[in-house]
């Protein structure tokens, strides 16, 4: 265990807690929407270009939410500290 790094603060901590109570629903609600449209409507045609076209705008919006989460649990403010120098003994 590095005795160097600090320990994490408890803000950081609920930030991506309460962040992922909000991302994990969306990300299932929209799993959920994507599989209903896929059993009732017919593929083909402009309703399969519009499906198509849904799916890739689903998959940003769980990823932009997904990274929204990671960014905010992160502890950005802080810069790392660098490595204590070790002498050499002349």
Same mark, same amino acid.
């Given at each position: ?5 600090? /320990? @994490? ?5 609920? $930030? ?33 270009? /519009? ?5 890739? !705008? ?5 990823? /932009?939410?997904? $990274?929204?989460?990671? $960014?905010? !649990? $992160?502890?950005?403010?802080?810069? @790392?500290? @660098? ?5 050499? @003994?002349?």
């Amino acid at each position: 265990m590095d005795p160097y790094i600090t /320990a @994490p603060r408890q803000s950081r901590w609920r $930030r991506g807690v309460y962040a992922a109570g909000l991302v994990i629903p969306f990300t299932a609600t929209q799993i959920w929407a994507l599989l209903v449209l896929l059993r009732l409507a017919p593929l083909d045609g402009l309703v399969g270009q /519009a499906f198509v076209l849904v799916l890739l !705008g689903s998959v940003v919006a769980i990823w /932009a939410g997904w $990274r929204w989460t990671w $960014r905010l !649990g $992160r502890d950005r403010d802080r810069r @790392p500290e @660098p490595a204590p120098k070790t002498r050499i @003994p002349t």
